[in-house]
T-cell receptor, first 114, second 113 residues
Framework: AQSVTQLGSHVSVSEGALVLLRCNYS??????LFWYVQYPNQGLQLLLK??????LVKGINGFEAEFKKSETSFHLTKPSAHMSDAAEYFC????????????FGDGTTLTVKP | DTGVSQDPRHKITKRGQNVTFRCDPI?????LYWYRQTLGQGPEFLTY????????KSRLLSDRFSAERPKGSFSTLEIQRTEQGDSAMYLC???????????FGQGTRLTVV
């Protein structure tokens, strides 16, 4: 069984400020973890993923996330927000035993204020 | 490689009508997934195929829903006797068996009026 909890359905930051989007997961086996971004009426675009190895992973558009097994967390960060970062962000978990089915959190809407 | 393609992008239908959506996965991706996303929520797994075989269906997939992948390439998702509760974004994704991530299409937005 696997599940994802995204803390905070809405996050608002000023342009240039740190972005922190929180994700906690549960998984009965070693997880694969993902962050996706979704713009209105669009599909999901992969930002970054953790499978094995280095726990700090870097993705596109300056985002990064750190896998912390002890905290069952995979928080997404970006040092300096841009207006173009405004979107909905989804954390997802899967593993190598469930045929690649992903379980998603309910999403966090990021607003960037000028 | 043009990515995962879904058609149509938008569909408005009257309650009780049947609708069919199509998904063309990335070539040589033998796994194909359907998800449903309602407003304010994350995508939820519906079903998946490995080649032409439908290997798993979620309990979300009622008897009014049917999915096929006849030749292991494109897939169709049909909803019969649509209800207002079927209004959602239907997302398709594909991946290789050894891959760790799924690639998503742009989705089909269904509105049942």
């Amino acid at each position: 069984a696997q599940s994802v909890t995204q803390l905070g359905s809405h996050v608002s930051v000023s342009e240039g400020a740190l972005v922190l989007l929180r994700c906690n997961y549960s998984s009965s086996v070693p997880p694969y973890l993902f962050w996706y971004v979704q713009y209105p009426n669009q599909g999901l675009q992969l930002l970054l993923k953790y499978t094995t190895g280095a726990t700090l992973v870097k993705g596109i558009n300056g985002f990064e996330a750190e896998f912390k097994k002890s905290e069952t967390s995979f928080h997404l960060t970006k040092p300096s927000a841009h207006m173009s970062d405004a979107a909905e962000y989804f954390c997802a978990v899967t593993n190598n035993t469930n045929a690649g089915k992903s379980t998603f959190g309910d999403g966090t809407t990021l607003t960037v204020k000028p | 490689d043009t990515g995962v393609s879904q058609d149509p992008r938008h569909k408005i239908t009257k309650r009780g009508q049947n609708v069919t959506f199509r998904c063309d996965p990335i070539s040589e991706h033998n796994r194909l997934y359907w998800y449903r996303q309602t407003l304010g929520q994350g995508p939820e797994f519906l079903t998946y195929f490995q080649n032409e075989a439908q290997l798993e269906k979620s309990r979300l997939l009622s008897d009014r829903f049917s999915a096929e992948r006849p030749k292991g390439s494109f897939s169709t998702l049909e909803i019969q006797r649509t209800e207002q509760g079927d209004s959602a974004m239907y997302l398709c994704a594909s991946r290789t068996p050894g891959g760790t991530e799924a690639f998503f299409g742009q989705g089909t937005r269904l509105t049942v009026v």
